[in-house]
């Protein structure tokens, strides 16, 4: 009981330090810019809002939340033994490599550069110098690395949960520029949560619990010196484009590749903390692995033809607009439209004819995945507007497409501020 009531108010006390703390803030204003500027983008493409930004946001803390207690439960008993300082390291390495990519916000890089900035400091004799860059160098030495590799590993665990979970809801159809320059549909999948983290920490600081715990972490320092809980503000995320395959089936592709870098990290991080020789193998590996994530994902993409495109058949659905005739009629993304009202349709042209045809009822045939024909049919009610409600690939009339994102945080941030000048978030006049 005595135990518990320590647990209890420890971790109370790491919920204020994480109150406290600014970078979950600047996590949440991170997400919110984001999401803003996706669904800028799906207006300036198709006039139409897919998404919500507020409820993507909500939906973003709770996931995050759960993930949070989910993680910070393992951490307690992995006996990962971080401290706010690796928190600080972590935000600051991010925030500076954010600055060339903004892809490396994922904290496997932070993590692999801390880890090899340590191992290169400890050559050195700055820890012995008294000035700022001595301070430096202490502080950087008190990181347990091995930790930081073993939480990232935990973390992308997490990630690939949550792509597999809500990886296909959060595509947003787009678009694209083809190899040859003509424009294809395809798929922007992204997805960021923040992960409020309370990790055990042994430590022997005044204020720290001496009680014994009920349980041996897996590894750490002397437990019985004493403990404490600490706030841990995480962030994670993933942003993957597609053009060959649809939204879920990508999302499983990208949740296999972290799943398999998790157990990769997590395996290099305990060899490093049985051998610490071998933390500059753990950093590199965090790294370069999470690099072949994205050059996995690329081969992929190059080795597939363009999914979303028109063809003799009919019309290649790219996205069903929520609330619309065609979300009620069980139209999918991928499926094809082949025959309205009886006539088969080989351009928009066709499909608004057809669509005019009949002013009380809407009869299709559509190609599912399967190539199998498909019947689906609706009454028309007065007042509703001639469209499906269907997003259709891009033909030789679409005058915008989606450039490439911004590749920097000043990027961003300067696009965010030029859209409302223009009415316009990334994309550019097609050339047909």
């Keep these: 009981m005595e135990t518990a009531n320590e647990l209890l108010e420890m971790l109370g006390k790491a919920a204020v330090q994480l109150v406290a703390q600014p970078f979950y803030y600047i996590a949440v204003l991170f997400i919110i810019l984001q999401f803003t500027r996706q669904i800028r983008m799906e207006r300036q493409l198709f006039a139409v809002k897919l998404h919500n930004w507020p409820s993507l946001v909500l939906k973003a803390l709770f996931a995050g939340l759960v993930i949070g207690i989910a993680v910070s439960i393992a951490g307690a008993f992995v006996g990962v033994a971080l401290t706010g300082t690796a928190v600080i390291w972590l935000w600051a390495v991010a925030a500076i490599l954010m600055l060339i990519r903004i892809r490396y916000l994922c904290f496997a890089y932070s993590a692999g550069v801390i880890t090899l900035l340590q191992w290169v400091v400890g050559f050195t004799a700055l820890a012995e110098r008294t000035d700022w860059l001595g301070s430096m160098a202490v502080s950087l030495a008190s990181i347990d690395a091995a930790g930081l590799l073993v939480l990232v590993a935990l973390l992308h665990l997490a990630e690939a949960i949550l792509v597999r979970w809500q990886g296909d809801r959060l595509a947003t159809p787009l678009f694209l520029e083809g190899k040859r320059g003509k ?9 960021f949560w923040p992960v409020p983290l309370l990790m055990l920490v042994p430590t022997n600081i005044s204020g720290a619990s001496t009680a014994a715990l009920p349980w041996t972490p897996l590894f750490g ?84 033809s363009p999914l979303f495109v028109h063809d003799s058949r009919g019309l290649r659905i790219l996205g069903i ?112």
């Design 221 to 304: 320092a002397d437990w019985s010196q004493g403990w404490s809980f600490v706030a841990l503000p995480m962030i994670i995320g993933f942003t993957e484009m597609t053009r060959s395959l649809l939204p879920r089936e990508k999302a499983k592709h990208a949740a296999r590749g972290l799943l398999l870098y998790s157990i990769c990290l997590a395996a290099a991080a305990l060899i490093a903390w049985w051998q610490p020789i071998l933390l500059p193998v753990a950093a590199g590996a965090s790294l370069l692995l999470h690099e072949a994530i994205i050059w996995r994902s690329r081969v992929k993409e190059a080795g597939q």
């Design 183 to 191: 424009l294809v549909g395809g798929y922007m999948l992204q997805g």
């Design 321 to 432: 607009v929520p609330g619309t005739p065609a979300a009620a009629m069980g139209l999918a993304t991928g499926e094809i439209l082949h025959k309205v009202n009886g006539v088969r349709v080989k351009s928009k042209e066709d499909l608004y004819e057809a669509l005019v045809q009949n002013s009380a009822f809407c009869k299709l045939e559509v190609l599912n995945l399967d190539g199998e024909i498909k019947f689906a049919q609706r009454a028309r009610f007065a007042g509703e507007h001639h469209q499906l409600g269907v997003i259709l690939a891009p033909d030789e009339q679409a005058n915008y497409y989606a450039s490439a994102g911004p590749a920097s945080l000043v990027e961003l941030l300067r696009s965010y501020h030029a859209s409302n000048r223009r009415g316009a978030h990334h994309a550019k006049e097609a050339k047909h």
